[in-house]
Every structure is written in C-alpha cells, then in structure tokens.
C-alpha cells in the first residue's frame, strides 16, 4: 500500500495564545474527523503533527488516520521558520518511504505550513535546502493566518501561498473545510493512480492566493511574560494594536496603541519551547492600554515590574517577593487612578 503521508507544520508561537492555539486544535481533529469518513483518504493518509515556536519539534509521528490523535498545541516565544523546516525535512527523510527501481514508495507528501508572524531565525539556509532537494519531492500548501505572516519567505517556498483572514463567525469553519477538501482531493487522485490534484478552489471571502508579498506590517500584537508571586506559575499578556489618529491644529499623525486582549496562564513548558533572545520589550510599555488581573491567583494586576525587569502579579500596594529573581520589591500606591502598576523600587 503506498501511503500518502500528510504534514501539518503549526506556529506555535505567542500570538497564537488562547483562542487561536484552541480553533487550531479543532482544526486538525476536523480535518481528520472529513478525513475518516472518505473512503480514498481512510485507506491512504498519514497524518503527523510538527510544531515550532522557538524550536521545533515533531509532536505527532505519521500514522494512519484512524490511529491519529489531534496533539495538544505547545506555545512558545519565537517563529524559528528555520528550524520548522529543519525538522520537517528531517522527518520526511525519517518516515517518507522513497521509491527505489524496486519498489513503488509512498506518494509525494502533502505539506500545510501555517503561520501567523515573521521568523525570528534566519531561516535562509533552510529555505535554500527546501528549494534544493524537497521543493519537487513534496507539495507544500503555505497558510498566512493574517496580514502579519512573512508572505516574502513563504514565496520561496512554494507557488501555493495562500492568506486566510478571519472576520466573522463561521470564517474559521470554511478554511477547515478547504484544508479537508484539498487533502481529500490529492488522496482521490492518488487512488486513481494519478499524483498531485489541483488545489480546490479557494472559499474567496476567506481566503486568496498571494502572488505578490504585501509590503511588511507592524507588530500587530504584543505579549509579554509573567509570574504569579503565589503561585510561581506563568502567564502570558496578549496585547493588540490598534492605530489612533492624533489630530491638532497643526498636523495629524497616525500612533499605534496596544489594547488589553487576555491574559493566559502558562505551562511551564512554554519556556522550553520559547527562543528566549525574543523576549525583551519589542515596545514602549506606555503604549500598552490596560493592565490585567492574575490568572492564576486572582492579584489585582499581573502588570508589576521588578528591578529586574520581569512582571510579577501583586494585589496592591506594598512589599512583594519577585518570582524571578528572589529578590524583595517595593510597589507604591497611585494617585487617583489607585494603584501604579510601573515599576517596582526594587
Ligand atoms: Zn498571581
Ligand atoms: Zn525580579
């Protein structure tokens, strides 16, 4: 039996916190519930799981479909493309059985590369390698969620670009449907003992092709790491942008300013997965509109900053010992706004 052996190549990066990571989850235990019920893909498809954030790693080995079950999703800092496809490349020479003058190996494999940011590695030589000796040994489907993924890099990749914007309730819905379909369609044609259907068609009002990389947007969102004093358990901020026009007499001028989006309690596995060079403050703290409470132990405000320059939740004003760095800080009361969540005195 020739397999037809499916790739799911997921960022896991910090913007995909909360609901993203989760509709992502529902997305492959969708398109392997489709993929179940197809005669032609229930008898041909392979399914595996790689995710990067800031590594990558494979979380789900290739097995066939009605042994496959959807990972739980890591999250960690960083978009290390480069390592995502080091890995992938590594796991299809592992697992891809190649056709030899003897045998008939498996069927060219299907890769979905779905990613919402830039990379923060220097993925070039990878690319090239891609380019080089897999860019005609597979089919590689590259998903932009979003303005903000690397549509320039993804070209290098492959023809098939594509850039899915979610704006209203059942958006998500219809990309899984054309995942599905388009896995469906390649294990049809390859029971018909033909290779490489064509894409299905694109749901337009969810999802276009991208032929010409649009020109490089700002960071549309902000996250940033904390620990719970209580519990020494992490969280993570999530803040989005959100562009204001400032107008006076003289002039007007666009400023971006992040709005409050959540705020996630972490695993501790976050930071194994996480590029840690990534981490520092990519804005100015006083941009950022809002401040949440402590998942975890319900604190006032997880937005408290040690000397050490790491958030910490604290409930108030006073003394507090950082879960970071040991050491004892000091935050005081503000003025009609209570409490001043700056920095700590340290
Ligand atoms: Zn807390
Ligand atoms: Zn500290």
Known sequence: M??????????????????????????????????????????SVYVSVLAFAGTAKVIAPLVEVVSFYPPKLPLGSGTSLGAALDALMSEIDRSVVRTTPDAKGDWKPIVYLITDGHPTDDPAAAVMRWSAKYARKANLVAIGLGKNADFTVLRRLTENVIVFEESKEGDFQKFVKWISASVVAQSKSVGENIEGAALPTLDESVMRIIKEPPPIADESCVTLVGRCQKTRRPYLIKYEREIQAVATRDFRVDVAQYNLAGCYPLEEEYFAWSDMRTTEFKVNTSSLIGAPGCPHCGSVTAFAMCSCGKLLCVNGPGPATCPWCGSECYFEGGGGEGFDVGRSRG
């Not at 799911?8 to 398109?31: I, T, Y």
Request: aromatic letters at 4%; proline letters at 5%; hydrophobic letters at 45%.
């Open 2 to 43: 020739r397999r037809l052996p499916v790739f799911f190549v997921l960022d896991c990066s910090e913007s995909m916190v909360g609901e993203n990571l989760r509709k992502m989850e529902d997305c492959l235990q969708a398109v392997v519930r489709t993929l179940r019920a197809d005669p032609h893909a229930l008898e």
